[in-house]
């Protein structure tokens, strides 16, 4: 898609990846976007000014006391002059002086001075990344609207492997047109909550109960709520599915990290549990591998329940979504089994789909779907994920009008 006419603010932080930037900066430029770049206190150790100045063809800021760019543009400006703000790569301490509200340098002050959408590409070891201050950093400037694309999972400069590595330039470059294309649609203001995929309860170090679920529809679901406009946080277990573009994601692997995450990302206005949730998790996953043994007595698995992330989100509250809509796998019964479970969970809406495995549907590319509301079931045709997707968010933002 061309970006002419469109300008985005590119800082560049300090790490490893900032070289990546000049390659998002090309791109940008390809697309026809307008590019300023400012460079965090420490950018410069990594990227030259001079790179990053005849990539962009535009002049680049460093400085928040100089006195020349003061008198010409200023840090204000500078914050207001574009349509979306972009960091990549994000370091770990600039996202959490963006959390503290930090203006210490003229990155994080443009990042504060801002009226402007704002969207991070973190990069960073995998420690820093999944430490608690990182964690809690990206939680508060998700709650604030911020946009996070990526980290990707691979290995590092550092010789170590994990989620960390700044998303390639090709997918930042995909978000920030997803982001600068988001005319302001009927979802705009409103933030959505989706669950996808399955999730994998651990029964010893490396084997877990898990389902078929790919992930398809919750993503493809989350993927349509963010094309009108909405801000989306997608709560995914364990998928081998690209992110979607434009939509924040929070990865898990158990029932009760989703839980977690889900009461994390609230207030929401709109809640779609689309995620196969196990039902039970082994009681105490081993801490060492479990052996066989020859002649031992077969294995029992203690399972408890896990926690009902649709009932608990549909619980009446002041955090209560508006619209809470779960889904329903059933193999019997299916309308009956569905209407029932919108009661008893206390949802509003329930989408049914039948997951036989004559049907195709668990893990495939298609879905037949009935959409159980407080007035009737609707059915709807067997359609591409992506299309069911589409119609869903559209009697959402219908619903929510
Ligand atoms: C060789 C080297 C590589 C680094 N790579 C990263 C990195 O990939 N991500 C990160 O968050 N910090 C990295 N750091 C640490 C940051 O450069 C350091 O925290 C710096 O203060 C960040 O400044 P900034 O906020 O201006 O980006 C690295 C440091 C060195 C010396």
């Known amino acids: 898609m061309s970006l002419h006419g469109k300008r985005v603010l590119l800082i560049v932080s300090g790490g490893i990846a900032a070289y990546k930037a000049l390659e998002l900066i090309r791109l940008l430029r390809g697309a026809g976007c307008g590019v300023t770049c400012v460079l965090s206190r420490s950018a410069a150790q990594f990227v030259t000014p001079l790179s ?83 964690v809690a950093a990206i939680a508060t400037l998700v709650a604030r609207g911020v946009q996070v694309v990526g980290p990707d999972e691979g290995p590092m400069a550092c010789n170590e492997f994990g989620p960390g590595r700044l998303a390639e330039p090709p997918a930042i470059l995909a978000a920030i047109t997803a982001r600068l294309a988001q005319a302001p649609g009927p979802l705009a203001g409103r933030h959505a909550l989706v669950t996808s995929g399955p999730t994998h309860e651990p029964i010893d170090p490396v084997r877990y109960l898990a389902n078929r679920s790919s992930g398809r529809q919750g993503h493809a679901i989350a993927a349509a709520l963010a094309a009108l406009g909405a801000r989306v946080t997608l709560v995914s277990g364990p998928v081998t599915l690209p992110d979607p573009a434009g ?20 207030p929401a206005d709109i809640a779609v549990c689309a995620a196969a949730v196990a039902d039970w998790r082994v009681a105490t996953a081993a801490s060492g591998k479990i052996k066989k043994s020859p002649g031992a007595p077969p294995l029992a698995l203690e399972l408890v329940a896990n926690p009902d992330i649709l009932a608990t989100l549909a ?8 619209l809470v809509v779960g889904f329903a796998a059933e193999t019997d019964a299916l309308a009956d089994n569905a209407a029932a479970k919108r009661t008893r969970k206390g949802c509003d809406w329930i989408v049914a789909n039948d997951v036989s495995p004559q049907t195709g549907i668990m893990g495939g590319e298609e879905n037949a779907v009935h959409l159980i509301t407080a007035t009737g079931t609707e059915d709807w045709p067997r359609l591409p994920k992506a299309e069911v997707a589409h119609r869903l968010a559209a009697r959402i933002a219908a619903a929510l009008a």
């Open 52 to 134: 990053v100045q005849a990539l962009s063809e535009s002049k680049v800021y460093t400085d928040l006391f100089s006195l020349t760019d003061e008198s010409e543009m200023g840090h204000i400006q500078l914050s207001r002059a574009a349509d979306l703000l972009v960091v990549a790569p994000a370091s770990a301490d600039l996202l959490a002086r963006m959390a503290a509200g930090l203006a210490d340098d003229l990155a994080a002050t443009v990042l504060l001075a801002t009226d402007k959408p704002v969207l991070v590409a973190p990069a960073m070891n995998v420690r820093m990344w999944q430490h608690p201050a990182t």
């Open 247 to 266: 939509v924040a994601v929070r990865r898990v692997e158990t029932a009760q990290q989703m839980l977690a995450a889900c009461q994390a990302a609230l």
């Open 315 to 322: 619980a009446a509250g002041p955090d209560r979504p508006r």
